[in-house]
């Protein structure tokens, strides 16, 4: 396999803890000059946004030290695995990190390693059946400032250990009966160490091994093997896993002739206004309250993919929220902060109309012309495109004023106003319906002006933009807004339902009327509706005579005002 730096054109960006301990051991020459990295996901559900922030740091740190990272399934709990959720995984990292020069492994392959070190730690006299229930091992091992009780079972002997783990084995034992667990101190202060479990019964048929096994390893003691067999030398975990790190390494000293990788641990990814609990988010797809894993207001990879986010957004800000050693919480408008300033750049302007009302132009000769404009004023070289116009024309009603405030430089009576890239033109009468309601103005155009300019020199301050009434491409907008309408789960009551702290508006379906060259549109290129904000075509609804375009994000931060 080629290195990453090889493949792909991006590497983590910042200085932090971890990049300070990767060169300080390269500097020693430790693990060979060698940087292995693995980013391992548990297969029960889709990538969100907080797994982002461990993709970009596992990934992107091999790619700045010229080593390698390994998609690496933590499949150790077959009754909550799917293969829907894997072959999901997959396509997210592919598309995250822009290749698949990646190994994709398994724990599921190791698990006889895993199991033939079980049985020796039983031999060492270190491991022992307990046939004591779950809630009972919980309630021996007690509290961090209390010692833990021992099992009754703790001292059964090391022949009667291996015939009770076989039995085990051999399904002579229901689920739940029995546990294999480690014996190492009852009266640590660190509750982990306190005889964790090693092995539980479960008789579910697993993706890859089938029903080959009916025992299978709890994850503190898969984790270290598994890193342990890919030679990883910096196993980088959240920080909910650093009171595990002694779990860790005691599992691995037991067998020195092992590789022993070294585990670090980072800042969770937490987002205002947004779930990041795998079991809520479960729970909002089965209960239909979204789409699916997809839906764009879903903070996952696949959620914000279809909304129109991008991976190098995505990466700019997990590595602006950096790699510390203390969690907190950023603000939403912090992530879509780095999204509008790439999709600024990048994105062609198009014109599109949501509350249309319509101007005819009484004195335009002829049937309809095409006027240029330009793509995209902060890139140049993104040239012009051709748009047609004519007599009949869209414009949005929220643009027009019959009484205008002083300040007003859009259309009203009398007013001689800018068609952006075409002409300027002259509200001469006002049309009402018998309830009063304005539809229709009459204007008045200069021939002179095309391209919105006056040869005479005369200036116009305002510009608005317009649609051919003609060519326009009538279609459905969605204007997705977070879903929590809290900023925090943490602040709702714990006798309350989360679920009733969900944002009503976090879906509102609009139509609108845009330029005809929407009509190319393909999913994952980005537009700027001018004034309305940045959308792409929906990948799963839309269809050749049904288009449907989601908004990506607003033009402004929104969030932040209204916190203020």
Known sequence: MSKLSDVQNWKLNVDNFITEIVERDLQQGKNGGAVVTRFPPEPNGYLHIGHAKSLTLNFGLAARYDGHCNLRFDDTNPAKEEMEYVNGIINDVKWFVGHDNFNILWASDYFQLMYDRAVALIQAGKAYVDDSSAEEIAKMRGAPTEPGTPSPNRDRSVEENLRLFQDMTDGKFPDG??????????????????????????????????????????????HGWEDSVEGITHSLCTLEFENHRPLYDWFLDQFPADHHPRQYEFNKLAIG?????????????????????????????CGLRRRGYTPSAIRKFCEATNYTKTDGRVDISMMEFYLREELNKTSPRVMVVFNPLKVTITNYQGSSEVVDVENNPEDPAAGFRQVPFGPHLWVDGEDFAETPAKGWYRLAPGAEVRLKGAYFVTVKDVVKDASGQVIELKCTYDPTTRGGESPDGRKVKG?????????GLAFETRLYDTLLAV???????????????????????????????????????AYQFMRKGYFCLDSKDSTAGAPVFNRTVTLKDTWTKQNK
């Open 177 to 222: 009966a029995c546990v294999l667990r480690a014996k190492i101190d009852m009266n640590s202060p660190n509750t982990n160490l306190r005889d964790p479990v090693l092995y539980r019964i479960k008789r579910f048929t697993h993706h890859n091994t089938g029903d080959k096994w009916l025992v299978y390893p709890m994850y503190d003691w898969a």
């Open 273 to 301: 206004h947004t779930v990041l609990s795998k079991r809520k988010l479960i729970e909002l797809v089965k209960e239909n309250r979204v789409d699916a894993w997809d839906d764009p207001r879903m903070p996952t990879l």
């Open 463 to 471: 510009t608005i933009q317009w649609v051919s009434a003609d060519h």
């Open 487 to 525: 900023e925090s789960l943490a602040d709702v009551p714990e006798d309350e339902d989360w679920r009733n702290y969900l944002n009503p508006q976090s879906l509102v379906v609009t139509q609108a009327i845009g330029e005809p060259t929407l009509k190319d549109a393909k999913p994952g290129v």
